[in-house]
């Protein structure tokens, strides 16, 4: 889905409202955190943390290089 918004000032900082549809969809509510990521492509707004699914993702790979050890020491 893309949908434009306008930014408004808030205070020293700018900032914009999300459609309904999308926080829906998100399960976003309000009070929840969510990411600014600023990429080449432009900003990416995300309620995933990107540096939990790196860790995510190495834990994954030591588990795989790993799986004998972990399995003997599960025993």
Known sequence: MIKE??????????GTTLPKAMTDRLNLAAGDSVYVVETEGGILI?????????A????????RRYQNALR???K
């Open 5 to 14: 918004t306008t930014l408004r000032q808030y205070g020293g900082s700018l």
């Open 56 to 63: 995510m993702e190495a834990g994954e790979r030591i588990a």
């Open 72 to 74: 003997e020491l599960a």
């Open 46 to 54: 995300t309620p995933h943390d990107p540096n939990f699914a790196r």
